[in-house]
Nanobody, 127 residues
């Protein structure tokens, strides 16, 4: 069992930056690939970024490439999402999720593949 708690959301002006954190409980954090998803009002939950269990592989949806960076610190059981050059269309609830990849190095982008979810943190980009 893994419990995930996101933090770091808030209101930011267009062009600004935020850093989201996701703290995980449990001693097996390093065995999970981690992902960030977001859900805007009236839309389905969508993949934003993922990082493999080793941290060596990262994957981003096209709309955030070059602006967002995912990273993990296994000593702190935490995954981060650094968001720069934020746009109004980035406004959403952001969720982190853990995928038990059973030793594999892959990163999956379907929400159904992830086993554990946080409660979400609101990010609003507005002037």
């Amino acid at each position: 069992q893994v419990q995930l708690v996101e933090s770091g959301g808030g209101l930011v002006q267009p062009g600004g930056s935020l850093r989201l954190s996701c703290a995980a409980s449990g001693r097996t954090f390093s065995t999970y690939a981690m992902g960030w998803f977001r859900q805007a009002p009236g839309k389905e939950r969508a993949f934003v970024a993922g990082i493999s269990r080793s941290g060596s592989n990262k994957y981003y949806t096209d709309s955030v490439k070059g602006r967002f960076t995912i990273s993990r610190d296994d000593a702190k059981n935490t995954v981060y999402l650094e968001m720069n050059s934020l746009k109004p269309e980035d406004t959403a609830i952001y969720y982190c999720a853990a995928d038990n990849v059973f030793g594999r190095s892959w990163i999956r982008d379907r929400a159904d593949d992830y086993d554990y979810w946080g409660q979400g943190t609101q990010v609003t980009v507005s002037s």
